[in-house]
């Protein structure tokens, strides 16, 4: 039982480097392309003052980075973390171009992130950084060229702050700006539980090719926030049994099930997971370990690495979080007949809903409940479906499938729209 956090020697640029080039080199692509598609567009740092409560001054470093805006606008959420670096805005980044593609959508990808701690500020300096980070890299979003969401450590507030700053420049509302706000200002329905939902259509489609019932499946869950929680409450509704979760503070355990409601609820007063009564306490990384039939890690980059791919015992890794699994375990798990429903399709229902966000924004006219998660899930099945026929017809892992349908896309809008001038 292990109790480290992050596997500190995951680059995650050189893994998403590695699996395009995996899916390039079965493409054909030419080495021009793979050069264009390889590196970001356009890399942003930003190092910037934000006035701290007791009054000194403190200066934090930021990022944005476009990758690719062929098939649209830029698109990405914006992550708070004080191990945030230039490398994993830029491999998420790319991540983001190969999801908006493998679903279909019209947007490309982006990232941003500032290095910070969030739980050692106060709203108050939380807001201020989010407005001064916002004016600094407002020379490069915008409802048409690149549009931010939230990710880890930030949420609907700090989205609110982002439309407001960048509406107070432009002197009217612009809420197309930036997805995941409150409803009151332009959100969508269906966003907040768009990511999950997405993990749970897609969760039983794989189920379903395995013949396995979702009824009364163990799943088990890293990290307990937007992603995780929510996930944990729609496989719990949809009959599965959650029998383990975690965040960074540690995990827990009860092979009868947990109730996800009663562990936010101890979440949410205590701050963790960790001490919910009824549960063994188990070590971070040992979630992903436990008997289970569907692992959701829904946490950060590179949990899952030769390390500990072996001792899997789910049939299937839904992932939640982007980059969770590295290329040495993606090869392990594939060999173990384990099935991974590779990050770009499996949270891609998160920046679906922020698509329909945006076009509702862009219209002013706004779609109910329903008709979001229809489209979702018609969605999403189409994308599951056309990756595990590319999965079936290559004889790969659907990771290299649905890259490589990402990829031959962006490939081909680039290709036709030309090289400028
Ligand atoms: P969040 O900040 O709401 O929650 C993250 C959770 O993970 C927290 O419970 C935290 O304690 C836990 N955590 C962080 N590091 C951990 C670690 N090393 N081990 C165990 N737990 C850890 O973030 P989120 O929005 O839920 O994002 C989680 C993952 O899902 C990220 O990889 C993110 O990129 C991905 N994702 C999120 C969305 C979205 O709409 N929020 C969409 C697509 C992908």
């Known amino acids: 039982m292990h109790d480290e956090v992050k596997s500190a020697v995951v680059n995650p640029y050189h893994m998403a480097v590695e699996q395009f080039e995996a899916a390039a080199e079965i493409l054909d692509l030419s080495e021009d392309m793979r050069e264009v598609l390889r590196q970001p567009k356009r890399e942003l740092t930003v190092n910037f003052p934000v006035r701290l409560d007791n009054g000194r001054i403190k200066t934090y470093t930021g990022y944005r980075v476009q990758h690719n805006v062929n098939r649209g606008p830029a698109k990405g959420g914006i992550r708070y973390g004080p191990d945030v670096t230039l490398d994993e805005v830029k491999a998420l980044a790319m991540w983001m171009t190969w999801k908006c593609a493998v679903v279909g959508i ?17 709203p108050a300096e939380l807001e201020r950084l989010t407005r001064r980070y916002t004016t600094e890299i407002s020379i490069i979003i915008g409802p048409h060229s690149d549009i931010p969401a939230p990710d880890v450590n930030t949420n609907s507030q700090v989205m609110a702050w982002i439309m407001d700053t960048y509406s107070m420049h ?33 969760t039983r489609q ?47 355990y009860n092979e009868s099930g947990l109730d996800p409601a009663a562990v936010l609820r101890h979440k949410q007063e205590r701050g963790s997971v960790v001490g919910f009564p009824k549960a063994q306490h188990v070590g971070v990384q040992d979630v992903l370990e436990v008997p289970c039939d569907i692992l959701i890690p829904a946490a950060t980059e590179g949990v899952l690495t030769t ?56 219209q002013s006219f706004f779609w109910g409940v329903e008709e979001i998660t229809q489209k979702l899930e018609m969605i999403m099945n189409r994308a599951f479906a056309a990756v595990a026929e590319k999965a079936d017809e290559f004889h790969c892992d659907m990771r290299l499938a649905a890259n490589m349908l990402a990829i031959s896309r962006v490939a081909e809008a680039t290709q036709i729209r030309g090289i400028y001038p």
């Open 307 to 362: 390390a500990n791919a072996d001792r899997v015992q789910a049939r299937i890794v839904a992932e939640a979080a982007n980059g969770p699994t590295t290329p040495q375990a993606d090869k392990i798990l594939f060999d173990k007949g384990t099935i991974v429903i590779p990050d770009i399709l499996a949270n891609a229902g998160g920046v679906t809903v922020s698509y329909f966000e945006w076009v509702q924004d862009l």
């Open 206 to 252: 794989a189920a379903r090719r395995i013949g396995m019932p979702m009824r009364g499946a163990r799943v088990s869950i890293q990290g307990y926030g937007n992603a995780g929680a929510i996930a944990a409450r729609l496989f719990h509704h949809e009959g599965c049994k959650i029998v383990a979760v975690s965040d960074t503070r540690g995990g827990i």
């Open 106 to 122: 019209p947007f490309g990808g982006a990232k941003g992130g500032v290095i910070c701690d969030p739980k050692q500020m106060t």
């Open 170 to 202: 432009e002197g009217f509302s612009v809420p197309a700006v930036v997805t995941g706000k409150p409803l009151s200002i332009g959100g969508s329905e269906g966003r907040n539980d768009a990511t999950a939902t997405g993990v749970l259509f897609v």
